[in-house]
């Protein structure tokens, strides 16, 4: 029997501006050839203005989702039929699934850093602290609070973002929330399980930056985890290590939230090597 032949591919993306250097389309295409899916994904370069018509046009063509990301994790809201629990908590979204004829939106960026804790350390009842209080630093925080934490310690430079993300915790979640103003070199706690890296400070190009943080006060009974993951081995990575910290790169998380991602749209478990192989290859030739 001739197989009927079918050109129709299913459809993902990525909505963004500027989307130009974001690898996740490299890393989902090669899990979809790798589990010999029939589906595609878009990298985008869409505008705030054009965040509307973007979301319609999905909608129209029956995308199975999307990914967000800057600027429109937050605005992109209001073009949802609803969100998910821990992105409702955030107010952000950088994964919208479609669930029957609706678009609902999910946050997959702490549920990626999760994920690539998981086996390493159980966030439950830790100590937590986490440098930085952007998007990143509040998926982060919320998520980790979400599976137990005891307690989170939010080290920024600006008080006022700092505070938001402690009162969102501590108003949200029944983790201890707690603001230390970062102005001067940080000194990690002994009691500290968990000590993560959520600012910019060491992404590509500026790789020689490093935290303001007292190298000596790390200990090797500490998990140290960066969400940079371009060089993926950043200053405090190498430090921690050579402190005998375990350490978490932050290509894990960039993988396990395109894990989630392809989960929510395909139902497939993604095969995490193929796509953290995908970005060594891409960072390499950088
Ligand atoms: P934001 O711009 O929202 O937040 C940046 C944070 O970094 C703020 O807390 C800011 O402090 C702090 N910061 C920046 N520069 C300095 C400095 N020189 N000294 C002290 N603090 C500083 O960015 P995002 O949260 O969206 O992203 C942060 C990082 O996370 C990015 O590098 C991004 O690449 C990475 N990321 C990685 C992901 C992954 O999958 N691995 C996913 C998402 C993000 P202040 O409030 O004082 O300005």
Known sequence: MPKELNFLSQ???SFSQSAAGNPTVAMIE???HHHGLDWRY???E???EKLGDAVRGARAMGWAGFNCSLPHKVTVIEHLDGVGESAAIMRAVNCAVRRGNQYIGENTDGKGFLMSLEGIVDPRGKRIVLFGAGGAARAIGVELALAGAFSISVVNRTAGRGM???RLINDKTSAKAELI???NKYKVQPDAGIVINATSIGLYPHVHDRLDLDIESLKPSMVV????PNPPRTHLIKDAEARGCTIVDGLGMLVNQGVIGIKYWTGVDADA?????????IYREQ
């Open 181 to 183: 103003s970062w102005q």
């Open 30 to 32: 090669a899990a979809y």
């Open 164 to 166: 938001e993300l402690v």
């Open 11 to 13: 459809l993902t993306g």
């Open 42 to 44: 878009i990298n985008c």
């Open 46 to 48: 869409v505008s705030p």
């Open 273 to 281: 090597t193929v796509m953290r192989r995908k970005l060594e290859e």
């Open 225 to 228: 985890a960066d969400v940079i």
